[in-house]
């Protein structure tokens, strides 16, 4: 994949955050309109890409590919969860921080970041990948991730917040490997349906990202040593050393640039949101989201760039 390319394509990505940082500092977003848009992506416009990806499309991707990749999936998962202890230990995490960066570890931003920075850096083709890995980051973060989130609380079971899983995302990735798998032929009517209600994703999903960037201070990046540590350890070294084992077990470039993509994607928003959800402290997570997004543009890129 070439630097330039990729370059090129995340500094279009940025620059439409910046449209959404723009909007805010004017004000012309409210905070209340920016969570109405996000919830619109998460919901409807995302979920829709994924189905419209392989609809009336002529896949190379084959059946024995898409059982593999699953199965890549899980043992990145696996990876990750050693990787968050390793982190813990090596940047000597304070006890009452560890939950956070081993959730900061594990779960990125697959799907809100993950599923528009696909269709602009790899293709449509990617997507159908990206739906199977987004099923595995559903499977894990609402066991393994409630788990860290939960373990200190009473009454809260992991088996209480299974019935989460079952939201638009997972559901719209299940149908989209369901319509691959078995080859349906949808109606063109329905194909329209998604077209439209997918193709605002990209934008829209950047604009609220940059709405988020518009409250960062670049104070907050310098002054946290350990998380400027832990950002160039999760989301530079790691990445590049991932692709660079992956390359000596896989030959296929799709699903090579594709688990590269969903590894080196930022913090995720879920566990701030969850965090949020039980009355926790979501500051560390949430500055984790914002400022790995920010710098994404430049640690993307560089993934990219040993592929």
Not at 71 to 77: E, T
Not at 99 to 117: A, E, K, Q, R, S
Not at 240 to 259: E, G, N, P, R
Request: charged share 10%; net charge positive; proline share 4%.
């Amino acid at each position: 994949m070439s630097a330039e390319i990729v370059f090129s394509q995340m500094l279009i990505i940025f620059a439409l955050m910046l449209i959404g940082m723009f909007l805010s500092k004017k004000q012309i977003i409210s905070r209340t309109s920016s969570k109405d848009l996000s919830s619109i992506v998460v919901n409807i416009c995302s979920p829709m890409q994924l189905i419209m990806s392989v609809l009336n499309q002529d896949s190379q991707v084959g059946k024995d590919s898409l059982v593999r990749f699953f199965f890549y999936g899980i043992a990145v998962y696996v990876v990750l969860i050693i990787l968050g202890y390793i982190v813990n230990m090596v940047l000597r995490v304070p006890r009452k921080q560890q939950g956070d960066y081993h959730l900061m570890t594990i779960f990125g931003n697959c799907g809100f970041i993950g599923i528009p920075v696909a269709q602009a850096l790899i293709g449509p083709q990617s997507l159908i990948y990206v739906a199977i890995f987004n099923l595995c980051y559903n499977m894990f973060f609402y066991t393994y991730g409630f788990w860290i989130i939960t373990s200190d609380i009473e009454g809260v079971t992991i088996r209480s917040q299974l019935k989460k899983m079952l939201n638009p995302g997972t559901v719209a990735c299940i149908i989209t490997i369901l319509i691959f798998w078995f080859d349906i032929q949808v109606p063109v009517q329905i194909q329209s349906f998604c077209s439209y209600a997918g193709q605002p994703a990209t934008l829209l999903a950047l604009l609220v990202i940059g709405i988020s960037l518009s409250d960062m201070s670049p104070r907050d990046m310098i002054n946290d040593r350990r998380f400027f540590a832990f950002t160039i350890l999760r989301f530079a070294l790691f990445p590049i050393a991932f692709v660079c084992v992956l390359k000596l077990f896989i030959s296929d470039t799709l699903i090579l640039k594709t688990m590269a993509l969903m590894v080196a994607v930022p913090v995720g928003n879920m566990p701030a949101m969850v965090r949020d959800q039980f009355e926790q402290d979501d500051r560390l997570t949430a500055k984790g989201a914002v400022i790995t997004t920010a710098l994404s543009v430049i640690t993307i890129t560089t993934t990219c760039m040993f592929l």
